[in-house]
């Protein structure tokens, strides 16, 4: 089992930057690729960027060259760094696991609102 726990969401003015935070813990090993996704009221989840255990990213197009992810296995944190917020970010995000078996692990979400 993988427990994540978000952290780092809030409200912010169009314009501005948040710093999502993901801790995991639990079966560690057995983590592969890790990502973030989002969900806005009425919408279904969408992939926003997830990471490699070497480190290969990739992003929706609707966050490329303003968000960032990262991660950090010696510490068992997964980032994101959002800068250029708009409304349209608004959602809540979840921190996801991949373990090397498939099977996928889920936060319990932090809500992103951006006022315009």
């Known amino acids: 089992q993988v427990q ?39 919408k279904q989840r969408e992939l926003v960027a997830v990471i490699t255990q070497s480190g290969s990213t990739n992003y929706a197009d609707s966050v490329k060259g303003r968000f960032t992810i990262s991660r950090d296995n010696t510490k068992n944190t997964l980032s994101l760094q959002m800068n250029s917020l708009n409304p349209e970010d608004t959602a809540v995000y979840y921190c ?6 498939g099977r996928p692990y ?11």
Do not use: D, K
Not at 7 to 36: D, K, P, T, Y
């Open 4 to 42: 994540l726990v978000e952290s780092g969401g809030g409200l912010v003015q169009a314009g501005g930057s948040l710093r999502l935070s993901c801790a995991a813990s639990g079966s560690i090993f057995s983590i592969n690729r890790m990502g973030w996704y989002r969900q806005a009221p009425g």
């Open 96 to 101: 996801n696991a991949e373990s090397i078996w």
């Open 106 to 116: 889920w936060g319990q979400g932090t809500q992103v609102t951006v006022s315009s």
